[in-house]
């Protein structure tokens, strides 16, 4: 769309008012509306004025002005809103230099597409995550100086089982049976239908709903593939239509990696795949293995030989190493395979058809800010396409079923943040090239998770210790 078509298109559904919407540093939307008699072409050329230093990871108080400027091909009607209001997308620029802002999570991805195709490698990258979240009844929680708690709570949480306060009619997943039983053990087929015909309603196709292995209301949506910034683009809009249609039934939705103990983890597996000229750049029809090419198997060299510094973006929290444990699915082992789910990178084996032939990168989880993590992991596979980099011979046995021999001869990923975050500052020059991340961008992003994750969380006790330790 052009902004001359959002302007008709606003008159033409009656728009009241226009909110318009940017990605913090960390990874979270942030918006502010204007009634839209102040909505004009202009708006998109001039731009819209903010105060950057009231950002998490923007700027300085000193350097505190900074402009929206509006994409209008990102306009949607608001599915929420009791007044009409259209929604926008915005790049961020600087109102001193004209500059677009190098912190801007969204210019970051913008610029990985491009060193893309300025590298000649290929024509495109497509992406397509599938998103995890939990969905409870009620959240609970608190931190002061002498107390730290949590409750969740789920009507279908197998936890209840027993719980006599009220009438129970049984039909609750049993820990680690969630994947996929029919109503009446599946409690929110309605309210995941409802997800997908909102998230239809503004543009995203849906190809599969489903309730996840987890008891206590695990699920999944999975969005059909997209290029790299809208696909970006659309995991905020997912998460923020997900939350809005949950808590419009009573519900609440989180992505925490890992909300219950000895349960799975909240995961957001990312296909993705390289094209040019119309041609699947990964399949190779006379690959013995999995059909795929040199060019997949040198991209896939690429992100396991920089996993852990990838971690950083991938999985970016401290609780995102309470799901990268051993069990549970999840794929903490450096290998690839072609159906082996324990391998952090899978060949799908659906369909041997050109256009189905991708990569499964299995670590990341939706905690991520999607526009630092798809291009990110871009990054790290054109370094391997770039320097020819051959991964290990793949893993198709149960990693978790080897000799303790064999296994200790497999990488792990980064077993806390802290360690990622180190790995990330020896090993980032990849994510330089191209000028897609910047260092002041890489800085930053180190910076501030060690002060307001790693040592937050490192400072307080933890509940659990008392039942270990208090006695002691």
């Known amino acids: 769309m052009?902004?001359?078509e959002v302007i008709e298109s606003a008159k033409k559904n009656k728009v009241e008012i226009v909110d318009v919407r940017f990605c913090d540093f960390v990874g979270l939307w942030q918006h502010f509306s204007i009634p839209v008699s102040e909505f004009s072409e202009d708006t998109f050329t001039?731009?819209?004025?903010?105060?950057?230093?009231?950002?998490?990871?923007f700027q300085t108080i000193d350097e505190s002005d900074m402009l929206l400027m509006p994409d209008p091909d990102t306009a949607f009607i608001d599915p929420f809103t009791e007044h009409t209001t259209l929604n926008?997308?915005?790049n961020i620029k600087d109102p001193i230099t004209g500059q677009k802002y190098s912190r801007d999570p969204r210019y970051v991805a913008q610029k990985a597409e491009a060193y893309l195709k300025d590298t000649g490698v290929a024509d495109v990258s497509y992406w397509g995550p599938e998103i995890e979240f939990y969905m409870f009844d009620n959240v609970r929680f608190n931190q002061t100086y002498n107390e730290a708690f949590y409750h969740v709570d789920s009507e279908e949480g197998f936890w209840n089982s027993g719980d006599a306060t009220k009438t129970n009619l049984g039909h609750k997943p049993r820990y680690k049976e969630g994947y996929f039983p029919v109503s009446p053990m599946d409690h929110h087929q309605d309210i995941r239908s409802e997800m997908v015909?909102?998230?239809?309603k503004v543009g995203i196709t849906i190809e599969v709903h489903h309730h996840e292995v987890g008891t206590g209301g695990q699920a999944e949506i999975d969005m059909r593939f997209g290029e790299l910034t809208a696909m970006a683009d659309n995991v905020l809009k997912y998460k923020y239509i997900v939350k809005n249609v949950a808590k419009q039934r009573g519900k609440t939705v989180t992505m925490m990696p890992k909300p219950l103990f000895m349960d799975n983890g909240t995961g957001m597996h990312v296909h993705q795949s390289l094209w040019k000229g119309g041609k699947n750049l990964f399949f190779d029809a006379k690959d013995?293995?999995?059909?795929?090419?040199?060019?997949a198997r040198h991209y896939i060299g690429g992100i396991l030989t920089h996993a852990l510094a990838l971690c950083a973006?991938?999985?970016?929290?401290?609780?995102?190493?309470?799901r990268l444990v051993p069990g549970y699915e999840a794929p903490i082992n450096l290998a690839y395979s072609k159906r082996n789910r324990s391998a952090c990178i899978r060949i799908p084996m659906y369909s041997k058809s050109e256009k189905a032939k991708r990569i499964e990168f299995r670590c990341p989880d939706p905690s991520a800010n999607p526009y630092y993590a798809f291009s990110a992991m871009l990054m790290a596979g054109l370094d391997g396409i770039e320097k020819k980099i051959e991964p290990p011979a793949p893993l198709d046995k149960n990693i978790y079923d080897l000799e303790p021999e064999e296994q200790a001869k497999i990488k792990g990923v980064a077993g806390s943040l802290e360690e990622a975050l180190d790995n990330l500052e020896k090993d980032h020059a990849f994510l330089l090239k191209g000028n897609v991340f910047t260092q002041d961008v890489i800085d930053t992003w180190i910076d501030y998770k060690r002060t307001?994750?790693?040592d937050a969380i490192r400072l307080r006790p933890h509940p659990h210790e008392f039942a270990l330790y208090y006695d002691i």
Not at 313 to 322: D, L, M
């Open 452 to 454: 307001n994750e790693v």
């Open 46 to 57: 001039e731009g819209l004025g903010f105060d950057g230093s009231s950002i998490r990871g």
């Open 2 to 4: 052009t902004s001359k």
């Open 197 to 200: 015909r909102t998230l239809q």
């Open 313 to 322: 973006f991938i999985a970016p929290t401290t609780n995102s190493y309470r």
């Open 88 to 90: 926008l997308i915005c």
């Open 288 to 295: 013995s293995y999995a059909l795929i090419s040199e060019t």
